[in-house]
């Protein structure tokens, strides 16, 4: 079993595409490895799904496993009044719910046709959580 484990090294490029597809749909898991690698930001811009219903958000995340575009997932999933393909701007540290935050500093930054994102239940439901760009 040894050696298969070293002949599983030569494939490492085909293995780089699919951890990264692995840590988009489970961001949470791998987050802690990746939060080492993340400068310290003060400021992200930050999108999100946001569902009353578990059921609905994984729905989303189905979408989003499939290759769909996290905006267009969030114009037709999302239930708050960030329709605007989710986005919720540039929020700096201390200005989001302390759960959200959290989770959207520890995701590492990407865009809508390749979102890394990572889900998190607060008061107002649950989310799915990407983050563009950190300051």
């Known amino acids: 079993m040894a050696g298969k484990k070293t002949s599983d090294k030569p494939s ?9 597809k692995a840590s988009s749909s489970k ?5 802690d490895a990746s939060a080492g690698k993340l400068k310290p930001a003060t400021s992200i811009n930050v999108r999100h799904i946001l569902c009353e219903k578990h059921s609905k958000k ?3 995340v189905a979408k989003l ?3 769909a575009k996290f905006d267009e997932v969030a114009r ?3 239930e708050d009044k ?3 393909g989710g986005s919720l701007g540039w929020k700096i540290r201390g200005s989001l719910d302390a759960a959200f935050e959290k989770a959207a500093y520890e995701v590492e930054p990407s865009s809508t046709a390749s979102p890394r ?3 998190v239940k607060t008061g107002h439901g649950y989310h ?4 563009e760009g950190r300051r």
Do not use: C, L, N, W
Not at 12 to 20: E, L, M, N, Q, V
């Open 128 to 131: 799915v959580i990407m983050v």
């Open 76 to 78: 037709e999933f999302s």
């Open 12 to 20: 490492k490029p085909g293995d780089k595409a699919t951890k990264s």
């Open 65 to 67: 496993r499939e290759g």
């Open 117 to 119: 994102y990572v889900e």
């Open 82 to 84: 960030a329709r605007q």
């Open 58 to 60: 994984e729905e989303a």
């Open 27 to 31: 961001e949470h898991k791998s987050s």
